[in-house]
């Protein structure tokens, strides 16, 4: 009887600390759901303040919350470009704000469309005689960009700024497979078409050569033209033509070299930074913390803003991410879960569709999925405008055939018309093993495809076949919809990507301009008139479990900057996920893929795998300690 007490003792003890965790668990989850959204009470006189901690994106990826919660590490933070030019362009106007504060210190790029978008908005709020003042520990390119556009540029004096341009080295691995013995095996259209080289060279082609290094050049003038016209005082030919002498005419000290480059205008600590801010805006009344001055975040002064619903309704859809098959997204453009938001849309009485592309392409299947979802908006007799952001390159390019207008900027990266298929066989290296294959066929596709015994000639040919016809179909809907020949498109096409300066001269592109001008060119087209109007993004419900699992994972994240070593630092870690990328492209089971190799990565792809985090019961347990 004595046992039997201290085991009903150990089982009520079991009981009552279950009870336990999951009354914490409840009330933490209500806690969480009752602060998730911002209030608009939270805005405040003063500054806008924008933390830029993390990427700017054309589309939020959602967090997925069981592998968010039990992986070991967190993802990083997100902020789409059209949000961060509705708060800034508000904040020009809006009387309640008379400064905009850019903390850069944790910033991790952006796409070169998407810094122009927000560089030109923040010069909306200058030219309303209102301050920009922009701090961080060190500066790399996409950081020198935005802080160009800022009145007053800060940097830590431990810190400094480091401008590499476009462009580097990317990996192949044509000599591993050659030691593993694995045959890649490529089927491809298109004499400029590289993203299988990394499978089957050892360098770059000649022809990649000269692709990359005219895109490279030409967002490299633009990256400069926009920088010097932001900041004509920087010297932008110290900094790049012998950047080792610039800084060793500073002595070593890279915060002074970035001051007598003029990248930016003083040198000093965060604190003496939020004293300048004091300067401007007044102190925070409720706070005792030196520097401490009156501010707005980003999330309060977005809830304070919301996107204008009046008037006639006109779609937009973001294809944003590489378009793959299936419901993958948002972040990613998965096929099947675009064409079902566009078809879910066909009864709303929309004046016009939008189509806002930021992807480098992908599945062909994928591709032509959404491209009949837009030919059934189009059937309805509206308008349809194609929005180019940083990137609508070969699959990207795909769904913007259907479009009565195209609309690109000079950076936008576009074209890449091609295709291809990659499937690895391993006979070489069964043999190498002793395994051997032998069997009975009755015909040349007996038994095929077989990646251990090998292909046939028969299914190598049919295979280049298919992709041939895959390229002709390609080559056709670009023709019809930019009513030019096969021939022309052929010779723009080989799989050869350009520059929206360029791609507009080739009529791949209507006319330069942003989501902003193909919106109005569609309410245009729409006969509007004075007519009120207002932009629909289909898909942009954001969930409270979303932003609760934000708020937990990234809102937590360790204070502090990084100087010049730790961004360096940053980008060689993300070597290591180009290499799981490559892999997952060689072993994947994906089908034709108009995708864009040379493009360069995503910002969101550049970062990936540079956060950790405790797991959730250290942030679970954070919401109870002091």
């Known amino acids: 009887m004595h046992f039997a007490g201290k085991v009903w003792r150990l089982l009520v003890g079991i009981k009552d600390g279950l009870v336990l965790l999951f009354m914490l668990l409840f009330f933490a989850a209500l806690f969480a759901i009752l602060t998730a959204r ?20 054309e589309e939020r990826t959602p967090i997925d919350p069981f592998a968010a919660l039990l992986s070991g590490s967190a993802p990083v933070g997100e902020y789409q470009a059209r949000d961060l030019v509705r708060a800034i362009n508000a904040a020009a106007s809006d009387e309640r704000i008379t400064a905009v504060v850019l903390d850069l210190d944790r910033f991790m790029g952006a796409g070169q469309v998407h810094l122009a978008e927000v560089g030109a908005a923040l010069d909306r709020v200058r030219a309303a005689d209102k301050p920009v003042l922009a701090y961080a520990t060190a500066y790399a390119d996409d950081g020198v960009f ?8 800060w940097v830590n004096p431990q810190g400094g700024a480091f401008v590499a341009g476009p462009g580097g080295n990317r990996l192949y691995y044509a000599g591993l497979l050659d030691k593993l013995k694995v045959n890649a095996r490529v089927y491809k259209v298109g004499t400029y078409k590289s993203a299988v080289e990394p499978y089957t060279e050892s360098s770059m082609s ?32 110290l900094v790049s033509g012998d950047p080792a002498a610039w800084v060793e005419a500073a002595k070593g000290d890279l915060a002074t070299a970035a001051l007598n480059a003029r990248l930016v205008d003083k040198l000093g600590s965060r604190t003496e930074f939020n004293e300048r801010v004091v300067e401007l805006v007044g102190e925070d009344e409720w706070s005792e913390l030196p520097g401490a001055y009156p501010s707005t975040q980003l999330a309060a002064w977005l809830e304070d803003n919301p996107w204008p619903r009046e008037g006639r309704e006109i779609g937009v859809v973001t294809i944003a991410g590489e378009i793959v098959d299936g419901e993958a997204g948002p972040g990613t453009a998965g096929g099947t879960r675009i064409a079902t938001l566009l078809d879910e849309a066909l009864d709303q009485d929309f004046a016009g569709l939008v189509v806002r592309v930021d992807s480098p392409g992908g599945s062909a299947l994928a591709s032509e999925e959404i491209r009949n979802a837009i030919l059934r908006h189009k059937a309805k007799d509206i308008p349809v405008a194609v929005s180019m952001a940083n990137v609508a390159a070969s699959g990207g390019y795909w769904v913007a055939t259907p479009a009565d207008r195209i609309f690109a900027e000079p950076e936008t990266i576009t074209g890449s018309i091609g295709i291809f298929a ?3 066989t391993f006979e070489d290296a069964a043999a190498s093993i002793g395994v051997n294959s032998d069997g009975v066929q009755t015909g040349p596709l007996s038994g095929q495809p077989d990646p251990i015994a090998g292909f046939t000639p028969e299914v190598d040919r049919i295979l280049q076949a298919s992709i ?5 179909d390609f080559l056709t809907r670009v023709a019809n919809a930019r009513q030019m020949t096969l021939e022309q498109v052929d010779r723009v096409g080989q799989g050869r990507v350009w520059d929206g300066g360029t791609a507009r001269q080739i009529r791949l592109v209507d006319e330069y301009g942003g989501m902003a001008d193909a919106l109005e060119w569609v309410a245009a087209q729409a006969q509007l008139g004075d007519e009120k109007w207002s932009a629909v993004y289909l898909g942009d419900d954001r969930s409270t479990t979303d932003t609760i699992l934000r708020q937990w994972l990234i809102g937590e994240e360790e204070a502090g900057g990084r100087d010049v070593f730790a961004l360096i630092a940053a980008d060689q870690r993300a070597k290591a996920g ?5 892999t997952q492209r060689l072993l994947g089971t994906s089908g034709a893929q108009a995708y864009c190799l040379v493009c360069p990565s995503p910002a969101r792809a550049r970062v990936q795998g540079q956060r950790s985090f405790d797991g959730f019961v250290a942030k679970l347990a954070s919401l109870f300690s002091d």
């Open 38 to 57: 911002p209030s608009p009470a939270q805005v405040r006189e003063g500054a806008l303040l924008l933390e830029l901690d993390g990427v700017i994106v």
């Open 578 to 582: 180009m290499v799981l990328a490559d």
């Open 468 to 472: 041939e016809d895959g390229y002709t």
């Open 422 to 424: 990659l499937i690895p």
């Open 206 to 237: 000649e022809p990649a050569r000269e692709n990359a290094q005219a895109l490279y050049g030409a967002l490299w003038e633009e990256w400069q033209a926009n920088v010097k016209k932001a900041r004509p005082a920087a010297d932008l030919k």
């Open 146 to 153: 935005l802080a160009a556009h800022a009145s007053e540029v």
